[in-house]
């Protein structure tokens, strides 16, 4: 059932995008083993199943979220199919070997590449380890988890919001500087 | 602000919190210099790789979870099919077993009335053997032939045992001279025994979700044993 929306799938998207939990433990629970019989029988285990599963998992929610999906005219189920397809052919590439079997016909499903992003964010990925443990927990706490100063002093024991927002600021000022530097590099 | 800390600056610049003159002028100063600029992009790129660091982290441990729920859910429906199957055969059992007492009535009173009639004709001969001849056997209890006994299914979960589900099935005790120390288990538990009773031992099953095993407890004794429509030995304790 394709909807005027454009996605036979548009509510199940709708509702990972939206964060429902329930809805993406579902789609997750009903489609591995799909995937766990792909690469059992093409020179898989168990582990490399759930590995290769929960990257495309990864891949496709992150597509959901970005709204990259929100016109798929194919089943959601058929394109995490393709998506992990293709990724567990790259990884039997790199290992020197091939499929045996696994193609049907919702293969035809085209699959959006990957974004990777900017060039520079495995380098930027590797200098921010130097500002340390405790000030990538303060950053998360503070940029993704939206926590107040207030929250943040008491579940990362500062003795106040002040001391909380000066520490933030600091780590922030050493995360820009490195951050800086990667972008120095990749500009020249 | 002047004197407002320059990673809070940037910050309101990228959450688009300046106000209309505050913005003009930071874009202003962009505008005019490469290495604010560079400064930043650069924070925008650290907050923007941080959320997604932890994003996609979030997500992995939701996926760790939905994958240790998806590989504890067949061990649950494994048991969850063994008690509907239990079941089934119980119900079956239990119409089997009210034909079965109208058939154990039947005999008795055939066996009585063999009895007197014997008994009146040689009315002076001594019984020698008041027990049990050839395969005949008889099942055993204080008031009724069949009892229940609980079936006991277990998980092991963190190395300690928990209690799945509990359940009753219906048991006999049968004295017979061919079998002495023996079972059969399917729809119903036959214990051969010469001297156990229900009320002398108690006597219950444990299934172990995990192996997939029974064990028989009769007092303090444990019997390995499986769902057979044989008559088997019990195993050692």
């Known amino acids: ?188 | 602000m002047e004197n407002e800390d320059p990673t809070e600056r940037i910050d309101r610049y990228l959450d688009e919190t300046l106000t209309p003159a505050e913005k003009a002028a930071f874009e202003s100063e962009m505008a005019a210099d490469a290495d604010f600029r560079l400064e930043v992009e650069a924070q925008e790129a650290v907050r923007n790789l941080i959320s997604n660091q932890a994003e996609k982290e979030d997500l992995r441990q939701l996926f760790a979870t939905f994958h240790s729920e998806m590989e504890a859910a067949p061990a649950r429906k494994d048991a969850e099919q063994d008690n509907e199957d239990l079941l089934k055969r119980k119900n079956g059992i239990q119409r089997k077993l009210n034909w079965g007492n109208w058939s154990y009535t039947a005999i008795a009173a055939s066996v009585a009335i063999l009895i007197i009639g014997v008994w009146t004709v040689w009315n002076n001969i001594n019984q020698t053997d008041n027990g049990l001849t050839g395969n005949q056997e008889i099942r055993v209890d204080e008031r009724n032939e069949v009892f229940r006994v609980p079936l006991l299914s277990w998980k092991t979960v963190d190395f300690k045992p928990v209690l799945q589900d509990k359940q009753t099935i219906d048991a006999t005790i049968i004295r017979s001279k061919a079998y002495r120390s023996h079972y059969r288990f399917n729809d119903i538990l036959e214990i051969y025994s010469d001297k156990l009773t229900e009320k002398q031992q108690k006597i219950s099953i444990a299934y172990d979700v995990d192996t997939r095993q029974y064990r028989l407890h009769i007092g303090k004794s444990s019997y390995a044993i499986r769902k057979t429509d044989e008559i088997m030995p019990l195993p050692l304790p």
């Not at chain 1, 992150?62 to 293709?86: F, H, N, P």
């Not at chain 1, 085209?110 to 000030?135: F, M, S």
């Open chain 1, 1 to 188: 059932m394709i909807t005027e929306i454009g996605s036979p799938d548009f509510a199940l998207i709708q509702a990972i995008k939206n964060g429902n939990e329930k809805a993406l433990g579902l789609f997750y629970k009903d489609n591995f083993g799909k995937i766990l019989h792909l690469v059992l029988k093409n020179s898989g285990s168990d582990d490399d199943a759930r590995d290769v599963y929960q990257d495309c998992m990864m891949e496709v929610v992150l597509q959901i979220r970005g709204g990259r999906l929100d016109q798929l005219s194919s089943r959601l189920s058929t394109y995490l199919y393709s998506v992990c397809y293709y990724k567990w052919i790259d990884r039997l590439r790199q290992k020197g070997k091939f499929m045996q079997s696994g193609f049907d016909d919702d293969l035809e499903t085209a699959v959006i590449e990957e974004d990777d992003g900017a060039p520079y964010l495995p380098a930027l990925e590797k200098v921010l380890t130097q500002i340390g443990e405790k000030c990538m927990t303060l950053l998360k706490a503070f940029y993704y988890e939206k926590l107040t100063m207030t929250q943040i002093a008491s579940k990362l024991g500062f003795a106040d919001d002040n001391s909380a927002k000066s520490q933030k600021n600091k780590c922030m000022d050493k995360a820009r500087f490195l951050g800086k530097n990667v972008l120095k590099q990749h500009y020249s």
